[in-house]
């Protein structure tokens, strides 16, 4: 997620205000390691999400209305499914239902595929996501703009309090790309330009 120092997520609905091409560098770097990627509906309907430039990289849209645009080219691409529960309505799509009534996202983690699950926010899947203890590090870019509207930060529900480690930092076009990793697993700090 990108946020600014006065903790905006977006301006007027939209994250794409706060960032530029070194952001967008950084979330197909990101995006290179990863093996699935998720976002919450609220994100893909406000963000137009459409179907990811790396072959092969599906993303998973988190619903529990199941109210998307299905000829969307996100989902018309085939690279589009649907992350959901067991009794929500049917799709037209490919879909991984887990828990009755709310998301099972461990559940649905043991069905997706191997490797690192890149998730995109927004903020109620961010919470979901920390209030079933399942983030292992945090990958957040420091927007050099303030917005100074109260709107929502990185994550919304009221969870737990969380500590993770300063993994890594780097610096690009004003941008700072800051990793955090759970603290047990934190390794040594690298500060890189
Ligand atoms: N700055 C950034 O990097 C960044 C990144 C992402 C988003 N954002 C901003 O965040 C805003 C959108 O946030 P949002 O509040 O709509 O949050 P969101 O988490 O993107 O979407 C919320 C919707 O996703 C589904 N969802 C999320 N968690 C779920 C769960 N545990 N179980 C079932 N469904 C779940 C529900 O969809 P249904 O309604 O379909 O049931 C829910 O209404 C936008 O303004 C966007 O710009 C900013």
Excluded: W
Excluded at 91 to 105: C, L, Y
Excluded at 141 to 159: E, N, Q, W
């Amino acid at each position: 997620m990108i946020t600014t120092p006065d903790g905006a997520i977006d301006v007027q609905g939209r994250s794409r205000p706060l960032g530029g091409p070194a952001d967008q560098a950084r979330l197909l770097h990101l995006r290179a390691s990863a093996s699935v990627v998720l976002v919450g509906a609220g994100t893909a309907r406000l963000e137009n999400y459409g179907p990811p430039s790396a072959p092969g990289l599906r993303i998973g849209v988190v619903t529990a209305s199941c109210a998307l645009n299905f000829e969307s080219p996100l989902f018309a691409s085939g690279a589009g499914f649907v992350v959901t529960t067991t009794d929500a309505p049917q799709v037209p799509v490919d879909s991984i239902r887990a828990g009755v009534g709310t998301v099972d996202f461990a559940s649905v983690i043991q069905q997706l595929p191997a490797g690192i699950v890149h998730v995109e926010g927004g903020p109620q899947l961010n919470a979901a996501l920390l209030d079933a203890d399942l983030v292992d590090a945090l990958n957040i870019t420091l927007s050099p703009k303030l917005v100074g509207a109260r709107g929502p930060s990185l994550s919304l529900a009221p969870h737990a309090l969380r500590r993770f480690a300063l993994s890594s930092i780097e610096q690009r076009d004003n941008f700072a790309f800051v990793r955090y990793v759970r603290s047990t697993t934190a390794s040594a700090t690298q500060v890189r330009d």
